[in-house]
Structure formats: structure tokens, C-alpha cells
């Protein structure tokens, strides 16, 4: 089991930028794939952006490609997702996850381990 602790989160002006960090601990060395997903209350949850564990191929949604940028950190067990020109349609909640595939996936059912999440606000 790996434990995911998402923090960074906040309240920023359209335009501005947040960085998100996941950290993770437990038996993270089975994990090949980590990412990003993000809620907004009565709403799915939308996928965000992930990153292969080994090599560092990303993969990202169309509405946060150019904008986002997820990285890791494998010394310190750690996810990062560094949000730019940040609109107000990204405010949600976010969820850091971890999966055991391969495969850089977009579905949630994919991952296995979540985070608590942490609100992310941008104001106009």
C-alpha cells in the first residue's frame, strides 16, 4: 500500500501559477505510474496529467496541455504538477494517484492509491 499526501494548493488570480506536490511513502517501488485528477463538487473526476515513474513520459489532458507541467522526483518520492495561467474553470479539487500499470492512463479506475486532495481556487 502507498500512502499519497497532496499539498500546495491555495487561492490565486487568473493568470497566476500554483505547484502542486504529492509525497508519497510505503511500497512506493512498485509504482509505475503516477497522476493527477481533479474533482469539482457533483462533478466526475477528470483526469489531469501523468507521469511514468522510470523514464518520465507525461501524458496530459487537452485542457491543461501547454499549461501544466508534471514531474517526479524519485530520490524523494515525490509528484509535482506545476500549474501556469492558471483560468477559472481549474478550480477543483486535487487528487494525486498511483498506479502498478504501465500504461499511462487516463481512467481512474487505473489507479489504485489516492490522495486526500487539496482545493485549488482561482479567482477572476
Known amino acids: 500500500q502507498v500512502q499519497l499526501v497532496e499539498s500546495g494548493g491555495g487561492l490565486v488570480q487568473a493568470g497566476g501559477s500554483l505547484r502542486l506536490s504529492c509525497a508519497a511513502s510505503?511500497?512506493?517501488?512498485?509504482?509505475?505510474?503516477m497522476g493527477w485528477f481533479r474533482q469539482a463538487p457533483g462533478k466526475e473526476r477528470e483526469f489531469v496529467a501523468a507521469i511514468r515513474c522510470l523514464c518520465g513520459t507525461t501524458y496530459y489532458a487537452e485542457s491543461v496541455k501547454g499549461r501544466f507541467t508534471i514531474s517526479r522526483d524519485s530520490a524523494k518520492n515525490a509528484v509535482y504538477l506545476q500549474m501556469n495561467s492558471l483560468k477559472p474553470e481549474d478550480t477543483d479539487i486535487y487528487y494525486c494517484a498511483s498506479s502498478l500499470q504501465v500504461v499511462l492512463s487516463a481512467q481512474e479506475r487505473t489507479y489504485d492509491s489516492w490522495g486526500q486532495g487539496t482545493q485549488v481556487t482561482v479567482s477572476s
Open positions: 510505503g511500497r512506493t517501488v512498485s509504482r509505475n505510474v
